[in-house]
């Protein structure tokens, strides 16, 4: 795959280039140009092939993989995850959120206490895009 014409990174975008790599990979993938188990190039090639530090790259492979869309194997390299967990991890995630809430009613929080403190968590761990930002980002 030629990934300089699959990625184009725009100096007149708001986002970092990080970003705009990590929402194009991240397009390509949900339209399944990049498939589950696909490898990516590493990070040194794409970096070469964009024209970026490599670091640049491994932001966005960070990205991605923080938000569950690749996964990262030390000396391997980053493949793309299959679309859906496996059934048995749904179950242990449903029997997690049960546990975790049955603990908090026995601490003594209410439903928006524990509501909040799970939107909390989860921004944490998967945060939304910021707000267009109005100074020229870092490259």
Request: with cysteine.
């Amino acid at each position: 795959m030629n990934w300089k014409t699959c990625l184009r990174l725009s100096w007149a975008d708001r986002q970092s280039w990080a970003e705009q790599i990590r929402d194009q990979l991240r397009t390509m993938i949900q339209s399944g140009q990049l498939e589950p188990g696909q490898r990516l190039p590493p990070v040194r090639e794409l970096a070469q092939a964009l024209g970026v530090h490599f670091n640049t790259v491994a932001r966005a492979y960070r990205l991605l993989a923080q938000e569950g869309w690749i996964a990262l194997r030390h000396g391997r390299g980053a493949y793309v995850r299959d679309a859906q967990p496996e059934p048995w991890a749904q179950e242990a995630l449903e029997d997690l959120a049960r546990r975790f809430v049955e603990q908090a009613a026995w601490f003594g929080f209410d439903a928006p206490a524990i509501r909040e403190a799970l939107e909390a968590a989860l921004q944490q761990r998967f945060p939304m895009p910021s707000e267009p930002q109005t100074t020229q980002p870092r490259r």
